[in-house]
C-alpha cells in the first residue's frame, strides 16, 4: 500500500537512496556526477551535477513510470485537482505541443486568445488546425490588454458552432485572470474542449479567491512551475481533468518531450509540489500581502499601476504579485536601465511604455516601502501622463480596441499548410494583405505579432515597422531584423 501524503517526496526520496548506494558510475551522464568534469566542478556546477542523474535502477522512467515517478505525479494530481497528471521537462512548451498534438486533426477550428503564447501557435502548427483569434479587453483607460470575455467567446460561438477546442490564456503575462467558470460552462453547452494556459498561475489555487483552471474545472491545464511554483526552469505541469484522450496525450507527450529528461528538474517538481502543498497557502498568502503593500506604497509615490480595482471593473481578476507599471509618457526602456543601477532592480521585462515586476516568496525580506521610495526616487514620476498610443506601442497590439476584431475571422491558411507552400520574402513594407509564411515574435513576451497562416493587416505592419525602427530584432523570421518577412505565394 502507498502512501500517498503530501508530505512525501517519492522522486527525491528515490534519488537520495540511489546516492546513498554510492555505485561507480559507468553509465551516462558522462560527468559521473562530477567525477568526470573536474572543470566544471570547479566552476559551482558541484551541486547540480550531483543530482543529474538518469533512469537508474530506483529512478523510475518519465515515458513508462511505474515506482517513483508515478507517485509523485500522483501526488501531484491530488494536489492541483486533476485526474492525472504529469510532469514536463521541457516546460509548457513541451505540454501544449504534445496536447495540441493529441487534441486536434487537421483542418478544425480553435478558438484562442490573443494573448496566446507561441508554443501554442507551434503546436496548432503541428497537428494542421485552424487559429480563430479571440480579441482581448482593453483596460478602459490606458487600452492596456486584459483578456478575453465570456461575451467574446459567446459570439465567436456563433460565427463557428462546429469550433472544436477553446484556449484561453489565464491568467495573462501581466496577472490578469479570465472568468473561467463561466467559459467553462460555455464550453461544455457546446462540447468545446477547454484549455487553461495557466502558465503563470500555479499558485493561483493557494490564494483562494481567485478563478483558476481547476476550480473550473477545465479539460486540460497546464503550469509553469518555473515560473509560478518555484521549480527549476523549465519544470511544468499538464494537468487532465479527466481521462479522456489519456492515451494519445501520453504518446504525443513521448512525441515532444526528451528521452533523457532532467532529474534535477523532475526532482525540483516533487519538491515544489511538497513546498506548495504544505506551505503554499502561507507563502504565497505572505507575497501576496507583501506585493499588496508594495503597489499601494508605490501608487502613493505617485507610480501609476495596472490597478485592481480598473481590472474588476473590466470583469476580471489581478494577480497582486504581478506588478504593470504603465508609461504613457513613455521612456520605459531607459527607466528599466536606471532601476537595475540605481535600485538593483531586475525586472521581467520593460518596453517603452510599461514595465514588468513579478513579485514572490524571494522578496519577503525587503520592506515594500523603502523599495518604493527607491523606485520613486529614480524616476520623474511627476510627468503629467500623456495618452497613450495604442495602436503602435508594445503590448498593445494585442488588445482590441472597441467593437474591432469581433468578426472571428480564421487564418486564411492552416499555419501547417503555410510553412509548406512555396514563399518568397518580401521588403517588410509590402507586406500588408499577403499570408505571413513566418513567425515573428518580439520576445518577451512570446506572444507572436504574426503567425504563419495569417493575413498580414496594415496595422500589424505599422506596429512591425514601429519596432524594427528601435532596433527590436525578432524570433522567428529567417531575417531576425525584418528588412524581409516571408509570404506565402
Ligand atoms: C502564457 C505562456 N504559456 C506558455 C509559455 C511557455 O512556458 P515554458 O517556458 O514553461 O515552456 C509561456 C512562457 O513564457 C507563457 O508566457
Known amino acids: 500500500m502507498q502512501d500517498y501524503s503530501q508530505r512525501g517526496t517519492p522522486l527525491y526520496r528515490a534519488a537520495l537512496a540511489f546516492l546513498r548506494r554510492e555505485r561507480i558510475p559507468m553509465h551516462v551522464p558522462l560527468h559521473g556526477r562530477g567525477g568526470g568534469a573536474p572543470y566544471l566542478m570547479s566552476r559551482g556546477l558541484a551541486p547540480f551535477l550531483q543530482w543529474d542523474l538518469t533512469e537508474l535502477q530506483g529512478l523510475d522512467d518519465l515515458h513508462l513510470p511505474a515506482g517513483a515517478l508515478y507517485q509523485a505525479q500522483i501526488l501531484a494530481a491530488r494536489l492541483?485537482?486533476?485526474?492525472?497528471?504529469?510532469?514536463?521537462?521541457?516546460?509548457?512548451?513541451?505540454?501544449?505541443?504534445?496536447l495540441l498534438s493529441a487534441l486536434l486533426r487537421p483542418g478544425e477550428k480553435v478558438l484562442l486568445s490573443r494573448l496566446a503564447h507561441k508554443a501554442v501557435l507551434h503546436g496548432l502548427m503541428l497537428s494542421g488546425a485552424v487559429p480563430v483569434y479571440l480579441p482581448v479587453k482593453g483596460e478602459e483607460q490606458s487600452g492596456f490588454p486584459l483578456n478575453i470575455t465570456v461575451?467574446?467567446?459567446?459570439?465567436?460561438?456563433?460565427?463557428?458552432?462546429?469550433a472544436r477546442l477553446l484556449l484561453v490564456t489565464s491568467p495573462s503575462y501581466w496577472g490578469v485572470t479570465a472568468e473561467l467558470a463561466p467559459l467553462a460552462e460555455l464550453a461544455r453547452e457546446h462540447g468545446l474542449t477547454l484549455i487553461v494556459d495557466e502558465a503563470h498561475g500555479a499558485h493561483l489555487p493557494f490564494y483562494g479567491d481567485l478563478p483558476h483552471a481547476a476550480a473550473a474545472r477545465a479539460d486540460f491545464w497546464l503550469h509553469s512551475a518555473h515560473k509560478s511554483l518555484g521549480a527549476l526552469t523549465p519544470g511544468g505541469f499538464l494537468h487532465l481533468g479527466g481521462r479522456q484522450h489519456l492515451q494519445r496525450v501520453r504518446f504525443w507527450l513521448q512525441v515532444t518531450q526528451t528521452s533523457s529528461p532532467s532529474y534535477p528538474v523532475m526532482l525540483s517538481l516533487d519538491l515544489a509540489r511538497r513546498q506548495a502543498a504544505l506551505c503554499g497557502k502561507r507563502l504565497f498568502g505572505r507575497a501576496r500581502v507583501w506585493a499588496e503593500a508594495?503597489?499601494?506604497?508605490?501608487?502613493?509615490?505617485?507610480?501609476n499601476l495596472l490597478g485592481e480595482e480598473a481590472v474588476r471593473e473590466a470583469g476580471f481578476y489581478l494577480d497582486p504579485c504581478r506588478i504593470t507599471l504603465l508609461r504613457p509618457e513613455g521612456g520605459g526602456l531607459r527607466l528599466a536601465e536606471k532601476l537595475a543601477r540605481h535600485c538593483r532592480l531586475q525586472l521581467e521585462l520593460a518596453d517603452e511604455n510599461y514595465l514588468l515586476a513579478i513579485c514572490g516568496p524571494a522578496q519577503l525580506r525587503l520592506s515594500p516601502r523603502a523599495l518604493a521610495r527607491a523606485v520613486a526616487g529614480v524616476l520623474p514620476l511627476a510627468q503629467p501622463a500623456r495618452s497613450f498610443s495604442p495602436k503602435l506601442q508594445l503590448p498593445f497590439c494585442f488588445a482590441a480596441a472597441k467593437g474591432e476584431g469581433e468578426d472571428f475571422t480564421p487564418f486564411p491558411l492552416a499555419p501547417q499548410r503555410a510553412i509548406s507552400l512555396p514563399a518568397a520574402a518580401l521588403p517588410l513594407e509590402s507586406c500588408a494583405g499577403r499570408i505571413c509564411a513566418e513567425?515573428?515574435?518580439?520576445?518577451?513576451?512570446?506572444?507572436?505579432?504574426?503567425?504563419?497562416?495569417?493575413l498580414i493587416s496594415e496595422k500589424m505592419l505599422a506596429v512591425l515597422l514601429l519596432l524594427r525602427s528601435r532596433g527590436r530584432r525578432f524570433q522567428g523570421p529567417a531575417d531576425p531584423g525584418l528588412r524581409r518577412l516571408k509570404i506565402v505565394l
Not at 80 to 98: C, E, P, W, Y
Not at 294 to 303: H, Q, Y
Not at 439 to 454: D, F, S, T
Open 439 to 454: 513567425m515573428v515574435v518580439a520576445a518577451p513576451p512570446g506572444i507572436p505579432l504574426l503567425a504563419p497562416g495569417e
Open 80 to 98: 492541483f485537482g486533476a485526474k492525472q497528471s504529469f510532469f514536463l521537462v521541457n516546460g509548457v512548451t513541451g505540454g501544449l505541443l504534445a
Open 294 to 303: 508594495f503597489r499601494r506604497a508605490l501608487t502613493e509615490e505617485g507610480v
Open 151 to 162: 461575451a467574446t467567446v459567446r459570439a465567436a460561438l456563433k460565427k463557428h458552432p462546429g
